[in-house]
């Protein structure tokens, strides 16, 4: 069984940092596409950042020079760290990780998902 297990979620005031962490299990991790999204309320989900099995990444346009995505395959874990937080970073962030049939963002399609974790950002 596959789970994903989101944590580092926080409320910051802007210009803020976290680094927010996903411990997978039940999968092999390193020759996978993981990712992280956001969704905020009201709003639809976003990719935020991918990393491919040859660690190729990508990012959206409005994270870039800010968030960098990682990961550390002999601990089966995703990272994302997000600095300069602005107030419109506020959102619920999954962890994502590839498989056939998901939902397709930066060259991957994503099927098994975390249950999020909160990052707020206050002005």
């Known amino acids: 069984q596959v789970q994903l297990v989101e944590s580092g979620g926080n409320s910051v005031q802007a210009g803020g940092s976290l680094r927010l962490s996903c411990a997978t299990s039940?999968?092999?991790?390193?020759?996978?596409?993981m990712g992280w999204f956001r969704q905020a309320p009201g709003k639809k989900r976003e990719g935020v950042a991918a990393?491919?099995?040859?660690?190729?990444?990508t990012y959206a346009n409005s994270v870039k020079g800010r968030f960098t995505i990682s990961k550390d395959n002999a601990k089966n874990t995703l990272y994302l760290q997000v600095n300069s937080l602005k107030p419109e970073d506020t959102a619920m962030y999954y962890c994502a990780a590839g498989g056939p049939g998901g939902i397709l963002w930066g060259g991957c399609a994503y099927y098994y998902w975390g249950q999020g974790t909160q990052v707020t950002v206050s002005s």
């Open positions: 990393v491919r099995s040859d660690g190729s990444t």
């Open positions: 039940g999968y092999t991790f390193s020759n996978r596409c």
